[in-house]
């Protein structure tokens, strides 16, 4: 690999050129990938792409200028330690608000490379060039805040902060609520049934723990295997698979962990009060995000959790 403080003003012209080209496609790509339901702010990346192909062309016509039509081919995977971009396919299922964060991060990277290769060329013209380009790319947040204000009315953003809302309950609270419940509610069962057969906390917390982990993994692999979003607009079935499973254990885990206390009774009252806990911010969740009335939530949640936990003790005092 080559070292950036060791290339040739050729070669970092044709490094800004790839990047150039590079930063474009990934706004085009940020653009089409929110045009349904973020149009306005596709506009915007459109737009920032645009401004990125301008720079390329006074590249290009630079370069050619000074060293002829032959374009040195180098990239950003060429050079030990510069600034490396996810591929595009990574950043497919980020949500609009780190869309935005990773445009402004690109534009600060730019902002930097400019500003040492400036520092690097020799030649006039270039360095004039590399120089005007680090000023404009830290120009870009405010041409962007600008561009923003241009295409995104007030009722747009209000729209688009409505849809974020909507995609973000669809992708990442629904799988965790389902695997709160399931964890919370399902794993009350067994272990209260092996607390109250056998009267100690080592063996309910044993019960507990493989309970809570087995669920999660269980839940885990079937949200994931539920579809890919690509047609429900869920998102990566990995990253719901991750929040189900992890909130199915955690779930588990709130009233399975109080059994390490060696007091049975002890460790019982306080895995209840967990219990209780869990199921009023399982309400809360379904009232906040789920948009289910506060009464009705709690009733349902708790009359759920409490026949479980009935059951549970019934079948370990059998």
Known sequence: MKIFTKLTEPEILALAITSEEEDSQIYLSFANRLRADYPSTAQMFDDMAAEEQTHKNMLLDVFQKRFGGRLPYITRQDVRGFMKRNPIWLMENMRIEEVRQQAELMEVEASTFYSK???????????????????????????????????????????????????FVLQVVQPGLAGLIDGSVSTLAPIFAAAFATHNSHDAFLVGLAASVGAGISMGITEAMSD???ITGRGSPWTRGIVCGLMTTIGGLGHTLPYLIPDFWTATIVAAIVVAIELAAISWIRWKYMETPIVSALVQVMFGGALVLAVG?????A
């Open 228 to 230: 890919d979003g690509a």
């Open 313 to 317: 003790i019934l079948i370990g005092n």
């Open 117 to 167: 290769a400036a520092l690097l060329a020799q030649d006039v013209e270039v360095r004039k060039l590399l120089g005007d380009l680090a000023i404009a790319e830290q120009g870009h947040e405010a041409k962007a805040i600008e561009i923003e204000r241009k295409n995104l009315t007030e009722s747009d953003k209000a729209t688009e902060a409505e849809v974020s809302h909507r995609i």
